[in-house]
Nanobody, 122 residues
Framework: QVQLVESGGGLVQAGDSLTLSCAASGRHFSRHVMGWFRQAPGKEREFISSISWREHADYADSVEGRFIISRDNVKNTIYLQMNSLKPEDTAVYYC????????????????WGQGTQVSVSS
């Protein structure tokens, strides 16, 4: 069992940067694949990025080159550094975890946080 708590969301202007954190509790965090998803109002939850226990990262095309995922297995925390934010990045951002390999689907992940709101004004 893994519990996830996101933090770091807020209201920023277009072009700003923001870093989200996801603190995990539970056993074997370092061996879990961790992911970030987001959900805008009226839209489905979509994949943003994931990172394996060996720190292999995967990114959606919409954030490639702007967002950076990282993990600290000592602190049991993952991060999402978001640069050059755009109004279309506005959404609730969720952290997720799974014991298996990298995935991009919501169904690929077993554990979810409650989400943190990111709002980007133009």
């Amino acid at each position: 069992q893994v519990q996830l708590v996101e933090s770091g969301g807020g209201l920023v202007q277009a072009g700003d940067s923001l870093t989200l954190s996801c603190a995990a509790s539970g056993r074997h965090f370092s061996r879990h694949v961790m992911g970030w998803f987001r959900q805008a109002p009226g839209k489905e939850r979509e994949f943003i990025s994931s990172i394996s226990w060996r720190e292999h990262a995967d990114y959606a095309d919409s954030v490639e080159g702007r967002f950076i995922i990282s993990r600290d297995n000592v602190k049991n925390t993952i991060y999402l550094q978001m640069n050059s934010l755009k109004p279309e990045d506005t959404a609730v951002y969720y952290c997720a975890a799974v014991w298996t390999s990298l995935g991009r689907l919501v169904a690929d992940y077993d554990y979810w946080g409650q989400g943190t709101q990111v709002s980007v004004s133009s």
